[in-house]
Nanobody, 114 residues
Framework: QVQLVESGGGLVQAGGSLRVSCAAS????????MGWYRQAPGKQRELVAE???????SYADSVKGRFTISRDNRKSTVYLQMDRLNADDTAVYYC???WGGGYWGQGTQVTVSS
């Protein structure tokens, strides 16, 4: 079955960095567009960054220049490097694959203390 397993969340001070990872199984990873979404309390889930199977990346305006999405097709893993974090980045971060009907990970909490 398809599994997307996130890891690497945690508590970090404002201005700090964190990297979250998402290991995928049960999909053809190299043919999948992988994305990172986040959902803060009381807010809708929003797209943070995306890495298409063709190699194109895109970012939400709020994270451009601070976050970097990358992928390792040999390891079926997508990463999100988050730098210069601020309190507005506090959220549960979810991994998404567009393979088949679309799949979500269980989420990993990122908390930025000010």
């Amino acid at each position: 079955q398809v599994q997307l397993v996130e890891s690497g969340g945690g508590l970090v001070q404002a201005g700090g960095s964190l990297r979250v990872s998402c290991a995928a199984s049960g999909i053809i990873f190299s043919m999948s567009t992988m994305g990172w979404y986040r959902q803060a309390p009381g807010k809708q889930r929003e797209l943070v960054a995306e890495f298409t199977s063709g190699g194109t990346t895109s970012y939400a305006d709020s994270v451009k220049g601070r976050f970097t999405i990358s992928r390792d097709n040999r390891k079926s893993t997508v990463y999100l490097q988050m730098d210069r974090l601020n309190a507005d980045d506090t959220a549960v971060y979810y991994c998404h694959s567009n393979w088949g009907g679309g799949y979500w990970g269980q989420g990993t909490q990122v908390t930025v203390s000010s």
